[in-house]
Each structure stands twice: as C-alpha cells, then as structure tokens.
C-alpha cells in the first residue's frame, strides 16, 4: 500500500522562526515555507498545523525517493529523533523545492503584470480614440 509521508520542521533562521512542511506523494516531492515570527509552543503548532497545513503553498512535485519507513528499536528511534531535533537547517530538496516555487510564483507575477500593462495601454489607446471621434463631430 502507497501512502503519502509528511514531516514538519520547525528552526530558527535570525530573527524568524520559519516552518518547513515536506511532503512526499505519488506524484513526487514538495516543500513549503511557513515564517512564525516568536518561538511557537508545541501546542501552537499543534493548533496551527490542524488548522492550516491544508493552506499550505507546496511547490511544484519533484522526483524523490520517498522515506522509508521500517520498525526500529523504541531506544533507537529516541536516539534518531534527539539527533533531528539537535540538527539545524533544512534539507536541500526542501531548498530546491522551495526555490522552484520563487520562480514560478516570480513568472506567474511577470506574467499578471504584463497583462495587466496591455489592459491598461488597450484602455488608454480606446479612451485616445473617443476624444478624437468626440473632437471630430464638435463635442
């Protein structure tokens, strides 16, 4: 049975406190960014990641081997999970997840600019043309 893995990290980068949510699926691997602000609790994260991780922003998919996820050894398990929360920064798929969401945000923006300049130069150039209809019949 294929499931989808999600894991949630939260680290200090001055002066924020930032999020990264990474989620692996059938389709591939994807990241997210989220900036707190103050140090959240654990129980504000709780609440938060009930609340909000379904409004995530999460990347374009990417090939990536998913998790393996296999039964180890309750002591183990706490040694690796002391280790994570010890280990700063955030994995480098999540940065090229997170840098190929930037760019494509950047070309959906360029994109709406520019067509928001030809709507507005097609108004101008309409609105030019009526004043000189108008100009013509003596208005």
Request: aromatic content about 8%.
């Amino acid at each position: 049975m294929d499931r989808n893995v999600s894991s949630f990290t939260v680290l200090f980068q001055p002066p924020f406190w930032v999020g990264i949510a990474e989620r692996w699926e059938q389709a591939g691997y994807s990241a997210a960014r989220v900036v707190f602000g103050p140090e959240p609790t654990d129980a504000q994260l709780y609440e938060w990641l009930e609340k909000e991780w379904h409004r995530l922003n999460f990347s374009p998919a990417a090939e990536g081997e998913r998790p393996v996820t296999e039964r180890k050894n309750p002591k183990r398990a706490q040694r690796e999970a002391r280790a994570a929360t010890q280990a700063q920064g955030m994995s480098t798929k999540a940065q090229e997840a997170l840098s190929r969401q930037r760019a494509q945000e950047g070309l959906a923006r360029r994109s709406g600019r520019r067509q928001a300049k030809q709507e507005e130069a097609e108004r101008k150039y309409l609105l030019r043309q009526q004043k000189k209809r108008e100009k013509k019949r003596g208005r």
